[in-house]
């Protein structure tokens, strides 16, 4: 199993940008495959950056491409995801996601362990 705690939210003034932290605990975290989803209120988890255990390659939204990156230190267990250009419409609470196979994976459902959450605002 892998715990996930996400930091780096907070309120942000459209075109402005953050970055988020998630550390895993555990030994194996370089064999997870990580991601980044999100949640608007009164909408559905939404998918939004997977990078693969070597950290080689990763997979954006059609809504976040060319703004957010994912990126991974698997000395550090920590995923990253830097939001660029944000935009009132990525206030949401986001989500770390894991899951402990070696694979790119591309909708919220593919993975099994999730932290708590990290509010993000963005105010026009």
């Known amino acids: 199993q892998v715990q996930l705690v996400e930091s780096g939210g907070g309120l942000v003034q459209a075109g402005g940008s953050l970055r988020l932290s998630c550390a895993a605990s555990?030994?194996?975290?370089?064999?997870?495959?990580m991601g980044w989803v999100r949640q608007a209120p009164g909408k559905e988890r939404e998918f939004v950056a997977a990078?693969?255990?070597?950290?080689?390659?990763?997979y954006y939204s059609d809504s976040v491409k060319g703004r957010f990156t994912i990126s991974r230190d698997n000395a550090k267990n920590t995923v990253y995801l830097q939001m660029n250009s944000l935009k009132p419409e990525d206030t949401a609470v986001y989500y770390c996601?894991?899951?402990?196979?070696?694979?790119?994976?591309?909708?919220?459902?593919?993975?099994?362990?999730w932290g708590q959450g990290t509010q993000v605002t963005v105010s026009s």
């Open positions: 996601a894991a899951n402990g196979i070696m694979a790119l994976l591309t909708t919220s459902h593919d993975y099994d362990y």
């Open positions: 555990g030994r194996t975290f370089s064999s997870y495959a």
């Open positions: 990078i693969r255990e070597s950290g080689g390659t990763t």
